[in-house]
């Protein structure tokens, strides 16, 4: 994987992936658990889309970092 490109993906992103789509969340619910407005979750979430599309699409990698 060394010679693949990189998207880089931060915890609170991985964060609200992971409540949506891995614990079935709803976006009131997720922010709540985040401890931030609902608008800012879903900021966060499109984000997180947004790169993981590109890695899907692009045969990208993911890494995920620490903020």
Known sequence: MGFLEVVELTTEEMEAFRLRHINDLEQKEAAEKMHTSQSTYQRILYSAYKKIAEALV??????IIKQ
């Not at 692009?58 to 890494?63: L, P, T, Y």
């Open 58 to 63: 692009n045969g990208k990698a993911i890494r």
